[in-house]
């Protein structure tokens, strides 16, 4: 695709279950990121695949939180027995190679995710 | 004190004013600075990079960074009503695998 395509665009769940959320990045991007974005919160970073190895995964704020990347492509982030604060929008961004040397990361849409 | 912080706004201004917005930030390490632009229910996209001290000029905006005083800045001349998003400074040390650090974005209005 010409972009980040993330699925679902919204979410509606109930407190409990469990989530996937889907991202396709740039083809021939090999770093992938996943950022959370909450109402007043900024971007909040939570995990950084440079491939299909994850070597930060310091943002994921509690174990109820995974994410693959298989191929080096797809990656999927799991949110296990939800909760309200989980509540946000979750961006995925794609850049070739490192993003240091240009600062630019190519974020999708987001995913919109309401825990009722 | 968060490593990023930025005013969230709104800021409102008339068209063709000039709009300065702007970040502070505490981690003397970080040398890339970058301003992105969001639109409503749109993701992020990049709108200027900087690496160090210095000022950059792209058509009718300019970022401007500041590291003694740890203070970066993005000025929009004649700005007009397309201008109007949310705008995130954001900043990194270069050389890890750490991912940026965004301010909250300073959400902007240009009034027609």
């Known amino acids: 695709g010409a972009g980040v395509s993330q699925s679902p665009s919204n979410k509606v769940t109930e407190k409990g279950k469990d989530v996937e959320l889907r991202c396709d990045p740039i083809?021939?991007?090999?770093?992938l990121y996943w950022y959370r974005q909450s109402l007043g919160q900024g971007l909040e970073f939570l995990i950084y695949f440079q491939g299909n190895s994850a070597p930060d995964k310091s943002g994921l704020p509690s174990d109820r939180f995974s994410a693959e990347r298989t191929g080096g492509s797809v990656s999927t982030l799991t949110i296990q027995r939800t909760q309200q604060e989980d509540s946000a929008v979750y961006l995925c961004?794609?850049?070739?190679?490192?993003?240091?040397?240009?600062?630019?990361?190519?974020f999708g849409e987001g995913s919109r995710l309401t825990v009722l | 004190q968060k490593e990023v912080e930025q005013d969230p706004g709104p800021l409102s201004v008339p068209e063709g004013a000039i709009v300065s917005l702007n970040c502070t930030y505490s981690?003397?390490?970080?040398?890339?600075f970058m301003w992105y632009r969001q639109y409503s229910r749109k993701g992020p996209e990049l709108l200027m990079y900087t690496y160090s001290s210095g000022n950059k000029e792209d058509g009718r905006f300019t970022a401007q960074v500041d590291k003694s005083s740890k203070y970066i800045s993005l000025f929009i001349r004649d700005s007009q009503p397309s201008d109007s998003a949310t705008y995130l400074c954001?900043?990194?040390?270069?050389?890890?695998?750490?991912?940026?650090?965004f301010g909250k974005g300073t959400h902007l209005i240009i009034q027609p």
């Open positions: 954001a900043m990194s040390r270069g050389g890890g695998a750490d991912g940026l650090t």
């Open positions: 083809s021939g991007h090999t770093a």
């Open positions: 961004a794609s850049s070739f190679n490192s993003p240091y040397n240009t600062g630019e990361l190519f």
């Open positions: 981690n003397s390490a970080f040398q890339y």
